[in-house]
């Protein structure tokens, strides 16, 4: 019996070698550079989180998303704006405001900031920012 089972070893051994079968492999995907239209920064100062939206050639508007969850409820900030002139930022604040008086939330996580780049040729650019340690 051991016999027959390193026979039947060396024969596939010998076949595995002897008619090896053609590997296909994809191509690497390299993406092309993309122009940056926007950036964030967290300002702990403010109690915010700070876009700064490029005035770039062929851009049409800019749509941005705030949200996050502040001590188990959900909460957001909405809004867009076609750009003018330069480069242009916003301060959204985590909080609510009303009447000149600025209520912060405490105890956030899940904070995400998601700003959407429309051309005027009609494509669309979605830039994902992650809030962390606020």
Do not use: W
Not at 1 to 30: D, G, Q
Not at 39 to 68: E, M
């Amino acid at each position: 019996m051991k016999k027959i089972c390193a026979l039947v070893s060396i024969i596939l051994l010998f076949l595995i070698f002897t008619n090896p079968e053609p590997v296909f492999a994809l191509k690497k995907r390299v993406r092309a550079a993309r122009a940056v239209y926007s950036s964030a920064r967290l300002s702990r100062g403010t109690h915010s989180v700070i876009p700064t939206f490029y005035k770039l050639a062929g851009v049409a508007k800019f749509d941005y998303i705030l949200s996050y969850t502040a001590n188990g409820i959900p909460q957001g900030v909405v809004g867009s704006f076609v750009p003018s002139g330069g480069n242009d930022s916003r301060d959204l604040y985590f909080g609510t405001c009303s009447k000149g008086v600025c209520t912060p939330h405490y105890g956030i996580t899940s904070a995400t900031l998601t700003i959407t780049t429309t051309m005027t040729s009609g494509a669309t650019y979605i830039k994902r920012y992650v809030i962390k340690n606020i």
